[in-house]
């Protein structure tokens, strides 16, 4: 479903992605995992063409983002862009609510003004979406109520809210006190139960290895290893065994 093929990046003379190649199946669950700065968050930004890339092969189902043509990148037109990127939501560590809108403005935002959903369609589905993550009664909240755990579970149900056919996470639950990371964990795992699309940049190694149908390891900018959550969990590859063990403290 999504295809991405020896994607290269680089920032000035820094080379942060070094011919990075994952293909995600639909219904699949994808765990990013790697030391901080190897290029997990640029990868997932390239995939959502929040970043530009500058070698390699970006596909969504049957779009095209940008391919080599005769040794040079092109990007697709505008339309396909939007096509591409409408069908997939984005998760922050650092949730990106607007602030001076309530939850449920949060959540109706883009349907109405991107999808053009009437509202009440759109007010009926965010509903439905905040209850799916235990925040039904925090509707006309504001951001600024919310604990971190809630500030995170309302960006996931506004993302969900654009009815994307694949979400990518980066690291969703870095920025939360412990006894909050397990439930937006638990939403997470709900999403996945019910067979969403997941790229899932974390160090949660607990949730990469029960959750995940496969785990990438990045290390300065290319895959280590890559496999089931069982196999580069049990890897005797002496950098993954090493991450491994420290990530897992
Ligand atoms: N916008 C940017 N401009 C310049 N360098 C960047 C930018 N974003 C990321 N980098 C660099 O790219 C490398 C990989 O960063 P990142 O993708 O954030 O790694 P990770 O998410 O694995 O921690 C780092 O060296 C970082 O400093
Ligand atoms: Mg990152």
Same mark, same amino acid.
């Given at each position: 479903?999504?295809?991405?093929?020896?994607?290269?990046?680089?920032?000035?003379?820094?080379?942060?992605?070094?011919?990075?190649?994952?293909?995600?199946?639909?219904?699949?669950?994808?765990?990013?995992?790697?030391?901080?700065?190897?290029?997990?968050?640029?990868?997932?930004?390239?995939?959502?063409?929040?970043?530009?890339?500058?070698?390699? =092969?970006? =596909?969504?189902?049957?779009?095209?983002?940008?391919?080599?043509?005769?040794?040079?990148?092109?990007?697709?037109?505008?339309?396909?862009?939007?096509?591409?990127?409408?069908?997939?939501?984005?998760?922050?560590?650092?949730?990106?609510?607007?602030?001076?809108?309530?939850?449920?403005?949060?959540?109706?935002?883009?349907?109405?003004?991107?999808?053009?959903?009437?509202?009440?369609?759109? +007010?009926?589905?965010?509903?439905?979406?905040?209850?799916?993550?235990?925040?039904?009664?925090?509707?006309?909240?504001?951001?600024?109520?919310?604990?971190?755990?809630?500030?995170?579970?309302?960006?996931?149900?506004?993302?969900?809210?654009?009815?994307?056919?694949?979400?990518?996470?980066?690291?969703?639950?870095?920025?939360?006190?412990?006894?909050?990371?397990?439930?937006?964990?638990?939403?997470?795992?709900?999403?996945?139960?019910?067979?969403?699309?997941?790229?899932?940049?974390?160090?949660?190694?607990?949730?990469?290895?029960?959750?995940?149908?496969?785990?990438?390891?990045?290390?300065?900018?290319?895959?280590?290893? +890559?496999?089931?959550?069982?196999?580069?969990? =049990?890897?005797?590859?002496?950098? =993954?065994?090493?991450?491994?063990? +420290?990530?897992?403290?």
């Amino acid at each position: 479903m999504l295809n991405a093929e020896n994607v290269r990046k680089r920032f000035a003379a820094n080379e942060v992605l070094r011919g990075i190649s994952l293909n995600v199946e639909k219904g699949e669950v994808v765990s990013l995992i790697g030391p901080s700065g190897s290029g997990k968050s640029t990868f997932l930004r390239c995939l959502n063409r929040l970043e530009t890339i500058d070698e390699g =092969t970006i =596909t969504l189902d049957d779009d095209v983002m940008c391919e080599m043509r005769g040794g040079a990148l092109h990007y697709a037109d505008s339309k396909t862009l939007r096509r591409i990127t409408l069908k997939m939501g984005m998760v922050f560590q650092s949730f990106n609510l607007f602030p001076h809108m309530t939850v449920l403005r949060n959540l109706t935002d883009a349907p109405v003004a991107v999808r053009r959903l009437p509202r009440s369609q759109a +007010e009926e589905k965010a509903r439905m979406l905040l209850a799916k993550v235990g925040l039904a009664d925090k509707a006309d909240s504001y951001p600024h109520q919310l604990s971190g755990g809630q500030s995170q579970r309302v960006a996931i149900a506004r993302a969900l809210c654009m009815d994307p056919e694949i979400m990518c996470f980066d690291e969703p639950t870095s920025a939360l006190d412990p006894e909050l990371t397990q439930e937006v964990l638990n939403v997470m795992q709900d999403l996945a139960k019910e067979k969403m699309t997941m790229v899932v940049v974390t160090h949660e190694m607990r949730f990469a290895r029960n959750v995940s149908d496969r785990v990438v390891l990045i290390e300065n900018g290319g895959i280590v290893e +890559e496999g089931t959550a069982e196999q580069v969990f =049990t890897s005797q590859n002496p950098r =993954t065994r090493q991450f491994i063990g +420290e990530a897992q403290g």
